[in-house]
């Protein structure tokens, strides 16, 4: 099963003060996904942006978006965001009472289905929902904040889920998040990662397609 490389820029590296603007240079530069990293400031620490900024720039753009809840009890949310014209939602593990509800709840949405893990928590949390997961989030940083360093024993969590995902689910994504970089991509494709988040290490770099393309030649994808 051959599943095209990806890269998502984070958003919360851009400039939100231009939401609309960088949606459309990313588009012009070849992106195909965007991240919105949406915090509560209680699962984590920072408060980000919610479902009704997201609403106002969907229609500014056709590029995917990819809506990382980083929130106490998202199950309350997932239809606002669905609303907005999220195309993913993705949860964290750790803050879903009744994950595998969600998820259902997100799919019956009509919504790709995402967990997310944060770097302590074991491949283990998402080992019999992965049959119904459209993308697994490996977080290689502790949510909250951009521009922290990639934990390198993300690393071994990634070949361990794709092993797992190769046997239970060929379809199913492995995304990471957190410290990404032209550098470390490599390594994070032979792990097993189709998608990297990429925030700082992305929007600190224009232009943006010289720098998709940076990625893109370090996945073997150029
Ligand atoms: C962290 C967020 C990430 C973040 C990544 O809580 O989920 O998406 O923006 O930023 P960098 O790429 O700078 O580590
Ligand atoms: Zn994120």
Redesign the pocket.
């Given at each position: 099963m051959t599943r095209p490389f990806l890269l998502s820029p984070?958003l919360?590296?851009s400039d939100y003060g231009r939401l609309a603007e960088e949606l459309a240079a990313l588009e012009a530069a070849g992106l195909k996904w965007v991240?919105w990293?949406v915090m509560d400031g209680a699962f984590?620490p920072n408060i980000t942006l919610g479902a009704p900024i997201i609403g106002a720039l969907r229609g500014r753009t056709r590029l995917f978006f990819d809506v990382?809840l980083?929130v106490e009890e998202p199950a309350r949310y997932v239809a606002d965001f669905a609303r907005a014209g999220a195309d993913l939602i993705c949860v964290h593990a750790e803050a879903t009472r009744h994950l595998e509800r969600t998820c259902a709840a997100v799919a019956e949405l009509g919504k790709q289905v995402g967990v997310a893990l944060n770097p302590a928590t074991p491949v283990d949390a998402v080992r019999y929902l992965l049959p119904q997961l459209d993308l697994v989030l490996i977080?290689s940083?502790n949510?909250?904040?951009?521009?922290?360093s990639f934990i390198p024993f993300s690393l071994d969590k990634i070949r361990e889920l794709a092993a797992l995902r190769d046997r239970l689910n060929p379809r199913c994504l492995i995304q990471v998040?957190?410290?990404?970089t032209p550098e470390n991509t490599a390594a994070l494709v032979a792990a097993g990662a189709d998608c990297l988040?990429?925030?700082?290490?992305f929007f600190k770099f224009p232009p943006y397609k010289e720098r998709h393309e940076a990625f893109l030649r370090a996945a073997g994808a150029l």
């Open positions: 984070s919360l590296s991240h990293d984590v990382h980083m977080m940083v949510p909250g904040f951009g521009g922290q998040d957190g410290g990404c988040v990429s925030g700082s290490a």
